[in-house]
C-alpha cells in the first residue's frame, strides 16, 4: 500500500492550530468565553490529516487520498436557574488531495432549551438543521463504486422536537410524551434522488416506575409516520412502523450503567405488494468499568429501516463493544469491534459489515488533545457489487479553550 507522506499537509494542520489558538486564549485558565450578558461561548477547532485508501467504497479500481479536514464550532449557553438553553453552529471542510471533486463543506445549526416548570413539570425543545453529504458510494448510490458521480451526494436535513415530563424525581412514577418531525431532502442527482425525500412524524410516550436504587423501570411506545415526496418507481414506500418496548435503565454504580429495551415492532406499508415487517426488537446500552481508569461499552440493537436502494425494508441486527483505557493523565486508548448484519426483504440481500477501530489520545496540554488511529471496515455481500474493504488511518488535533 502507498502512503505518501507531505510536509506541507502536516505544515497546514499546525499552522491551523497556532494561528486559531490566540484567539481561543481569552482567559487562560478558563474553558468558555463568559459575558455580561449571562451568555457563556464555548469555542472548539478540529483539524485532522488521514489517509483514505477506498474513498468511494469501491469493490473494484479503488482510488485513494490524503484527506485535510478542519471544523471549528461554537456553542453558546444561557444558564437561567435550573433551565439551560444552548444554541450550537458548526462547520466541517473536507479537501481531497488526490480528488478534489470529493471535497465538500458540511453544515451544523442546532438550538436547545431545557426548561423546569416546577418539580413536577419539565420539558426539552430541540430544532436542528444540517447540510450534509454521503461520500461516492455510499448512501443512495452504494454499489456504485461511485462510478455514476462526479461529486459527493448532497442533503439537507430539518428536525424538530422535544418531550413534556410529568411526575417529581422524587416519586416513583413519571410520564414522559413526545414528538418529532425530521425531513431529509437530497439537492443534485435529481433524477435519482427525488425519490428518496421524505419525512417522519414521529409520536410518542414513556412511562417510568423509579426504584430506590437509581433504576427505572419504563415502557416506551412509539410510532413513526413515513411519507416520501414521489413515488419509487417499484412501488409507494410510506409506510408507519409502531414500536413497544419494555425497558429498564440505571445510573452509574460501583461497576455499571446502561439502559436495555425489548419489544415489538411492526412495519406496515400503505402499498399492499410490499411486505410488512412484524418481530423482536431491542436496544441496549451497558458500561462496565472494572476500574476507575477503565471502561467497556456494550451495544447491540435490532430493528427495521427503509433501504437505500431495492427491497421493501431491512432487517438490521447490530453488536458492539469498545474499551476505553486511561494509562496515565496523558496517554488514553480506544479499541473498538463492530458487526452489523442487514437482511433485506423483496429482493435477495444480506450484508455483514465488521467494522475495527484503534485510536490514540495524548493530552498536550489543557486546550490541545492530539489523536491517531485508524478505522478498518470489512463488507461482505451475497451480492459481490457491495462488498468492499475500506481503512482510514488519522490524526486529528482536537483544541478548546
Known amino acids: 500500500m502507498k502512503i505518501p ?14 494561528l486559531v489558538n490566540p484567539a481561543f486564549a481569552v482567559d487562560e485558565n478558563a474553558g468558555m468565553i463568559q459575558t455580561e450578558s449571562g451568555i457563556d461561548f464555548i469555542p472548539g477547532l478540529n483539524s485532522g490529516l488521514k489517509y483514505d485508501d477506498n474513498i468511494s467504497s469501491a469493490t473494484t479500481d479503488t482510488q485513494d487520498s490524503w484527506i485535510l479536514t478542519v471544523t471549528p464550532a461554537v456553542q453558546a449557553q444561557l444558564l437561567d436557574g435550573n433551565n439551560i438553553h444552548t444554541l450550537e453552529a458548526g462547520i466541517e471542510y473536507a479537501d481531497y488531495f488526490d480528488s478534489s471533486d470529493d471535497n465538500y463543506l458540511d453544515v451544523l445549526l442546532r438550538a436547545r432549551s431545557e426548561v423546569e416548570l416546577n418539580q413536577s413539570n419539565r420539558f426539552n425543545l430541540e430544532a436542528m438543521y444540517i447540510a450534509g453529504h454521503e461520500d461516492r458510494g ?17 442533503y439537507d436535513v ?21 414528538a418529532k418531525y425530521f425531513s431529509k431532502e437530497y439537492s443534485n442527482f435529481e433524477t435519482v434522488t427525488q425519490y428518496r425525500n421524505y419525512e417522519n412524524t414521529t409520536l410518542g410516550t414513556t412511562l417510568y416506575y423509579d426504584t430506590h436504587s437509581a433504576t427505572s423501570i419504563f415502557i416506551d411506545l412509539q410510532s413513526v409516520d413515513t411519507t416520501y415526496d414521489l413515488i419509487d418507481p417499484t412501488g409507494d414506500r410510506d409506510s408507519k412502523t409502531n414500536t413497544a418496548r419494555l425497558g429498564v435503565e440505571w445510573e452509574a454504580t460501583a461497576a455499571t450503567e446502561g439502559s436495555i429495551k425489548v419489544g415489538y415492532q411492526q412495519k406496515s406499508f400503505d402499498n399492499e405488494n410490499r411486505e410488512d415487517f412484524s418481530g423482536l426488537s431491542w436496544d441496549a446500552k451497558v458500561t462496565w468499568k472494572p476500574l476507575t481508569y477503565s471502561a467497556f461499552d456494550f451495544t447491540t440493537g435490532r430493528e427495521s429501516r427503509d433501504p437505500n436502494g431495492l427491497g421493501d425494508y431491512v432487517r438490521v441486527t447490530s453488536y458492539g463493544v469498545k474499551w476505553n483505557h486511561e494509562w496515565s493523565e496523558l496517554f488514553r486508548s480506544k479499541i473498538g469491534f463492530s458487526h452489523v448484519n442487514d437482511n433485506y426483504t423483496g429482493i435477495e440481500r444480506e450484508d455483514k459489515s465488521k467494522v475495527y477501530q484503534f485510536a490514540v489520545n495524548y493530552s498536550v496540554n489543557r486546550w490541545l488533545t492530539l489523536e ?26 482536537e483544541m478548546t479553550l
Open 138 to 154: 455510499t448512501g443512495i448510490f452504494e454499489g456504485n463504486s461511485g462510478n455514476s458521480q462526479d461529486e459527493p451526494n448532497t
Open 5 to 18: 507522506f507531505k510536509l506541507s499537509c502536516i505544515a497546514t494542520v499546525v499552522t491551523s492550530i497556532v
Open 372 to 397: 491517531t488511529g485508524v478505522n478498518i471496515a470489512q463488507v461482505d455481500s451475497t451480492d459481490r457489487q457491495y462488498t468492499f474493504d475500506r481503512n482510514v488511518y488519522f490524526i486529528n488535533a
Open 158 to 178: 430539518l428536525s424538530a422536537g422535544g418531550y413534556y415530563e410529568y411526575g417529581a424525581k422524587t416519586t416513583p412514577a413519571r410520564v414522559r410524551v413526545n
